[in-house]
T-cell receptor, first 111, second 116 residues
């Protein structure tokens, strides 16, 4: 089993739709969680850190479910500019800082 | 407020040559991380460094790859005797001093290495 798994997609949604991605992680001791966005051939850009209480930033909401070991990202009112690959990143090891990334979920928002 | 800087952005090498990739962290950051992204794959951690120290190199291949972060100047990822399988995007990230495991890593634009 991979340490961090994501559905690769692609998710094809119309503008204005709500879309949700999940990301599962295998190490229950994982301590920090992030969602990054990566456009084609560009660097990952931080979208949100994911906190135990959940957090929201405009149209984006992130949740952490420690019992089931997954994090989620919800995008409301999708825009064409949201088309990208969404990477989840987990720090799975106590005392270490290396992030383990999922392979990404591709989102294509269509007009 | 410059972000993480990497150069060159594109690097072409022939098999057997050496590749040197440079990374300057964000101003005020003293932790540097190198990741590699193979085509159609996710990012894989390679090495974590602080000034003059390698802290975690658990993701580095055992041979041909080395990294340093000298007291002065950028961090360098060095690949000796490159092979075609080294073709990838190499991303550097940085985080601030006294950062902990929950602190955010900010990525540079990457170096795309092509081995002919």
């Amino acid at each position: 089993r991979k340490e961090v798994e994501q559905d690769p997609g692609p998710f094809n949604v119309p503008e204005g739709a709500t879309v949700a991605f999940n990301c599962t992680y295998s190490n229950s001791a994982s301590q920090s969680f992030f969602w990054y966005r990566q456009d084609c051939r560009k660097e990952p850009k931080l979208l949100m850190s994911v906190y135990s209480s959940g957090n929201e930033d405009g149209r984006f909401t992130a949740q952490l479910n420690r019992a089931s070991q997954y994090i989620s990202l919800l995008i409301r009112d999708s825009k064409l500019s949201d088309s990208a690959t969404y990477l989840c990143a987990v720090n799975p090891y106590t005392g270490r800082r290396a992030l383990t990334f999922g392979s990404g979920t591709r989102l294509q928002v269509q007009p | 407020n410059a972000g993480v800087m990497q150069n060159p952005r594109h690097l072409v090498r022939r098999r057997g040559q050496e590749a040197r990739l440079r990374c300057s962290p964000m101003k005020g950051h003293s932790h540097v991380y190198w990741y590699r992204q193979l085509p159609e794959e996710g990012l894989k951690f390679m090495v974590y460094l602080q000034k003059e120290n390698i802290i975690d190199e658990s993701g580095m291949p055992k041979e041909r790859f080395s990294a340093e972060f000298p007291k002065e100047g950028p961090s360098i990822l060095r690949i000796q005797q490159v092979v075609r399988g080294d073709s990838a995007a190499y991303f550097c990230a940085s985080s601030p001093p006294r950062a902990g495991p929950t602190d955010t890593q900010y990525f540079g634009p990457g170096t795309r290495l092509t081995v002919l």
